[in-house]
């Protein structure tokens, strides 16, 4: 193994320039799609269940934001036909505003930190720069925004996320490793995402998703019929999901195995999550410890490969999907759930994470006013620091440098891609696909 000196890994990222200049991420070229987006989309729709597709078509005609959040096969085809800096680190993969969130750390403290690796892989780090370039013009057009103040917070978000990689670059490695963003409840989007994450506890999961057996007094209780959200799962599917529970178990540290044995499995539900998630296969599993004060809910959810796989030859191809997603979290995240794991049965891979405990997002109201910047600027940091901790901070900041040209690059070509949204977005909505009869 030969080792490199800080110079020369600055160097190195100073010489991608040449391979691409940091003004010419302003480009985006829509005749470069080989493949029609809803063709994209049609084929990311193979393998998921048949009866749940039109509503993940309806969800993603609601608003050119929820076609974004559902569209990643659409995006990563777009972003391999441009020119690449080849400047790898772990990707989030679908970094959008609602992306990020808070949840409990392992220690009960709430945290706010990118919080969905769907699409995790190892690729350019400016991919992520770009989906949330897009995400942010997108959101602070619903949001009411000018045009002009959506990629002033586009500009922000990158100028943040330069600045914080230029620190990293001075920092010791184990410190960024270990780096804690402590500013977040100065900013109101994330104030008020972990004030709903302060109210999500288990018990208030256990009065949303489930009711009494019966109006005995005391009666035990299991998931409600909520169709087609939520719907109570028996029988040899339910077996076959408690059985997947050994395999998760052994991904655990021991010491989370053993606390995980202290809770006894009581019912098993199949829910519709999210937006690019609706149709693939996601199980609630209720357990109960010290009695019904004491719940426990997981979830088990189906991971196909990352819709940026087929862009990505050279990516390591993971043996399993769920262990790719938990792994990749873990790379970007300085804590994760505790319960993160993963699993297989039925020939498809799954992660397994806690349902809903002390999570929150934002939405896109809060992003009214400043409260775009403000946020934008947050997630500058976070994105820096996850790429940071996955890759090499002097590479990135030698390529990054100091100007103001990557950032203005990066808004314009946040402003371009939400107007391709917006035509994607009123294709879907004229197709059969959005709910028309065919």
Excluded at 41 to 53: E, F
Excluded at 79 to 88: D, K, M, N, R, Y
Excluded at 219 to 240: D, H, I, M, S, Y
Excluded at 273 to 297: A, H, K, M, W
Aim: proline share 6%.
């Amino acid at each position: 193994m030969q080792w490199a000196t800080p110079k020369e890994r600055r160097n190195l990222g100073q010489a991608r320039r040449k391979q691409v200049g940091r003004q010419e991420h302003n480009d985006f070229k829509p005749k470069a799609r080989k493949t029609p987006a809803l063709e994209l989309l049609a084929r990311s729709m193979h393998g998921r269940v048949p009866a749940l597709i039109q509503l993940k078509y309806k969800l993603m005609a609601e608003s050119p934001f929820g076609y974004l959040r559902g569209a990643v096969p659409v995006m990563a085809a777009d972003l391999a036909v441009l020119p690449s800096t080849g400047i790898v680190c772990q990707l989030c993969g679908d970094a959008h505003v609602r992306n990020l969130g808070a949840y409990a750390a392992p220690d009960g403290r709430l945290i706010f930190d990118i919080n969905d690796f769907d699409e995790t892989i190892r690729g350019p780090f400016e991919w992520d720069l770009k989906r949330m370039a897009a995400s942010l013009v997108v959101a602070g057009r619903g949001s009411g925004h000018k045009e002009a103040s959506a990629r002033q917070a586009v500009e922000k978000f990158v100028t943040r996320y330069a600045a914080q990689m230029r620190a990293f670059a001075q920092m010791p490695s184990l410190e960024v490793g270990r780096f804690q963003v402590h500013r977040l409840n100065q900013v109101e989007p994330v104030l008020d995402a972990l004030l709903k994450a302060e109210r999500s506890t288990a018990l208030h999961t256990l009065d949303q998703l489930t009711e009494p057996a019966s109006g005995k007094p005391g009666a035990p209780r299991r998931f409600k019929e909520l169709k087609p959200t939520l719907t109570r799962v028996t029988g040899r599917q339910a077996a076959a999901v408690l059985a997947s529970l050994g395999p998760y178990r052994q991904t655990l540290e021991p010491q989370r195995q053993h606390l995980l044995s202290l809770y006894r499995p009581v019912d098993v539900a199949f829910k519709v999550v999210g937006t690019g998630s609706v149709g693939l296969r996601d199980y609630c599993i209720y357990f109960e410890g010290n009695g019904p004060d004491d719940p426990l809910f997981l979830q088990i959810k189906e991971e196909p490969a990352s819709g940026y796989a087929p862009y990505l030859p050279d990516a390591d191809p993971p043996r399993h999907n769920g262990q790719r997603t938990a792994e990749g979290q873990k790379a970007m995240q300085v804590q994760s759930d505790p319960f993160l794991g993963w699993t297989h049965f039925g020939g498809r891979d799954y992660l397994v994470r806690q349902l809903n405990d002390h999570k929150g997002s934002i939405d896109l109201e809060d992003l009214t006013g400043g409260g775009l910047e403000a946020y934008a600027e947050v997630c500058g940091e976070l994105l820096a620091r996850g790429h940071a901790r996955s890759g090499d901070p002097l590479i990135l900041a030698g390529y990054i440098g100091s100007g103001d040209g990557f950032a203005e690059a990066l808004a314009k070509f946040g402003s371009l891609y939400a107007d391709q949204t917006e035509k994607d977005w009123n294709e879907l909505k004229r197709s059969a696909k959005a709910g028309k009869k065919s």
